[in-house]
């Protein structure tokens, strides 16, 4: 298995201008995860998606960021107008939620390479 | 809300000099508690998962521990190859989101 792909690995953008964030989760995976990384706030997840449907948005920061999920194989997280702020590394991540081994089945998530996002 | 700690920020260890790194948290009611390795430029690789308190785990120089209020990464005589963020996130019962602390950045010296 090829793991979570996300695209692209690095994005330069001027303010204002709208960004596409892409991610591919593994394969026979139910949920899907997006987080934002930065050094002062850490990891904090955006939104989620289970069975393609979004569960949690609470993170999304503002009305500029929208996701969106059409089948089981893809995401994307858009940012429109994007602002120097936004400049962060963003992760996917996905996980099999709800099924495995038993009630200690493992819920940890695995994660993409992620995306690095520079507003100038 | 759902609250990750993790002490110290950053700790600088020569080769073979064993330590351990802090993980206190509150969770309504946990379900799980993970620990992640981030490399730079990379995402976070899972490393362990404990359930309850009492509960250890290992893999390779580190050990898991977890208790009612927090979690230690024990590592034994470290290898600079270990230099890395260690990560460590909470899940609630209720709930299916990792919530994650700011890490503590390791760099061990040959």
């Known amino acids: 298995d090829a793991g979570v792909i996300q695209s692209p690995r690095h994005e330069v953008t001027e303010m204002g201008q709208e960004v596409t964030l892409r991610c591919k989760p593994i394969s026979g995976h139910n949920s899907l995860f997006w987080y934002r990384q930065t050094m002062m706030r850490g990891l904090e997840l955006l939104i989620y998606f289970n069975n393609n449907v979004p569960i949690d948005d609470s993170g999304m920061p ?14 994307t997280l858009k940012i429109q107008p994007s602002e120097p702020r936004d400049s962060a590394v963003y992760f996917c991540a996905s996980s099999l939620y709800g099924r495995g081994t038993g009630p200690r089945a493992n819920y940890g998530y695995t994660f993409g390479s992620g995306t690095r996002l520079t507003v100038v | 809300e759902d609250q990750v700690t993790q002490s110290p920020e950053a700790l600088r260890l020569q080769e073979g000099e064993s330590s351990s790194l802090n993980c206190s948290y509150t969770v309504s009611g946990l379900r799980g508690l993970f620990w992640y390795r981030q490399d730079p430029g990379k995402g ?31 590592i034994t005589a ?22 994650f602390g700011t890490g503590t950045r390791l760099l061990v010296s040959p």
């Open chain 1, 62 to 75: 503002e009305d500029r960021f929208s996701a969106k999920m059409p089948n089981a194989s893809f995401s």
């Open chain 2, 44 to 74: 976070p690789e899972f490393l362990f998962t404990l359930y309850s308190a009492g509960e250890e785990k290992e893999k390779e120089r580190l050990k898991a521990t977890l208790t009612k209020k927090e979690s230690f990464l024990h």
């Open chain 2, 78 to 99: 470290p290898k600079p190859e270990d230099s890395a963020t260690y990560l460590c996130a909470v899940l609630n019962t209720g709930f299916q989101k990792l919530v």
